[in-house]
């Protein structure tokens, strides 16, 4: 089994290294139910996370990155209900939740992204 150790206590600047490359990339993006995908400054997203979620969720996160093809990862998860509810990625979204879309995906490292959007 392989194991990743990832210290809980760190100095302020120190460089991970997942950041040696700036590849440690997030693109947030918002479906509306249209289907239409939505991105930019004036849109907000906010995740509320329990200790137990964020822990969950991390360790669910951890695994996908280390599987052969990071982009073979894709998740959609509803909110819970009374008579639906299951684990994934490992947390349950709250029942007031909305639907939750997580893929994996390679971006390049940040630089080029900002070279991308400059010329655009």
Not at 85 to 99: D, F, I, N, R, T
Not at 107 to 113: A, I, N, R
């Amino acid at each position: 089994m392989n194991e990743v150790i990832i210290p809980l206590s760190v100095p302020e600047d120190t460089i991970e290294e997942f950041e040696k490359n700036d590849k440690n990339v997030l693109r947030v993006t918002i479906q509306l139910p249209s289907g239409e995908v939505v991105s930019g400054k004036g849109y907000r997203v906010l995740f509320d996370l329990s200790r137990d979620a964020m822990i969950g969720l991390g360790t669910e996160l951890i695994r996908a990155a280390h599987r052969e093809n990071v982009e073979d990862m894709f998740k959609h998860i509803y909110g819970s209900t009374p008579s639906l509810a299951w684990s994934s990625l490992g947390v349950y979204l709250h029942p007031s939740s909305c639907e939750l879309l997580v893929a994996g995906w390679e971006f390049g490292t940040l630089q080029e992204l900002l070279e991308e959007h400059d010329k655009q």
